[in-house]
């Protein structure tokens, strides 16, 4: 992988959730391109160490940890293993998230058929589970708020300390089928303004990128049948998208790499910046 720039990240640590990722994967191998070292952090410790290796092999400087980032006690036991391994914290992306079929609608809109009795193939709005949306919820907000009150204690009064929250273009222009992922990436957006304010005074800034689409491991069956082939879905996403595609992971690390460099963004704080082909420029006509 080709990073657009390099910045100094020499003697910094980074803690990427998510990282055994497609989209953060990217992230970890970037930052340990910069020489930091980078404590990748998955539910899956096959996962975070597959990373790892493969920035140790190049000579990059990265453990992989197993952590769920619903759980206060894992977080901790995480955090313990980076200060054992690394000696701080300085910079945190959370990339952890995702979304849960029990809160999606089959359908795009609600049409008067489908309130019908005896329909049973599909989900509308009224039949969405409510566990399904708890648990998007959690994934996603107390999946952000959880890491960042772990790690972020630790990176108070560090220079050039940083975290880096992952929103999406939903939180700006919510997408039908998954109300649940779109609102609570918008959570994901207003937290990190309140997170940027709130930690002003000890010096961490906050910041979120909001991707727009890029194929993951999360969302490819959404995207693509079987055969490969685009599904209706992706066609409707790329019209909307002016510059015709999908997004490649390294089209985010130019981003990723300015909001951690002080020198560059140093007096950016408590911004979503989009990375979404035009996607949020575009009305559509």
């Known amino acids: 992988m080709s990073i657009p720039f390099r910045i ?3 003697g910094k640590t980074a803690v990427v959730t998510g990282g055994g990722g497609v989209l953060c994967s990217s ?27 493969r920035i140790t092999a190049v000579g990059g400087n ?20 980076v200060l054992q391994a690394f000696g701080g914290v300085d910079i945190l992306i959370n990339g952890a998230g995702g979304n849960n079929p029990k809160a999606q609608t089959t359908k795009e809109y609600l049409f008067p058929e489908d309130l019908e009795n005896g329909i049973k193939d599909i989900t509308t709005f009224f039949d969405l589970d409510p566990s399904g949306v ?12 959880l890491p960042t009150q772990v ?7 560090r220079e050039g300390a940083t975290v880096i929250n992952i929103s999406s273009m939903n939180s700006f222009r ?6 649940a992922y779109s609102a609570a990436k918008s959570a994901i957006s207003n937290f990190t303004m309140w997170l940027a304010v709130h930690f002003s005074k000890v010096n ?18 959404l995207l693509f049948d079987n055969d490969g082939n685009p599904t209706a879905r992706t066609g409707k996403i790329l019209a909307a998208t002016p510059m015709n ?9 130019g981003t990723l790499l300015y909001l951690c460099d002080s020198r560059s963004s140093g007096f950016v704080n408590g911004i979503i910046i989009p990375v979404d082909g035009g996607f949020s420029a575009y009305s559509g006509v």
């Open 151 to 157: 790690f972020a204690s630790e990176m108070c009064g």
């Open 62 to 81: 990265a453990i992989g940890i197993s952590a769920n980032v619903l759980s206060r006690d894992s977080l901790i036991e995480a955090r313990r293993e």
């Open 204 to 221: 961490i800034r906050v910041n979120a990128i909001a991707p727009g689409f890029f194929v993951t491991a999360q969302n490819k069956a």
């Open 27 to 53: 992230f970890c191998t970037a930052l340990a391109e910069c020489g930091a070292n980078v404590a990748v952090l998955d539910l899956k410790k096959e996962n975070a160490d597959a990373v790892a290796d």
């Open 174 to 179: 919510p997408l039908t089928k998954i109300p």
């Open 134 to 145: 708890e648990f998007v919820f959690n994934l996603n907000f107390l999946g952000t708020l």
């Open 8 to 10: 100094d990240l020499s």
């Open 245 to 253: 595609r999908f997004g490649e992971p390294e089209e985010l690390l």
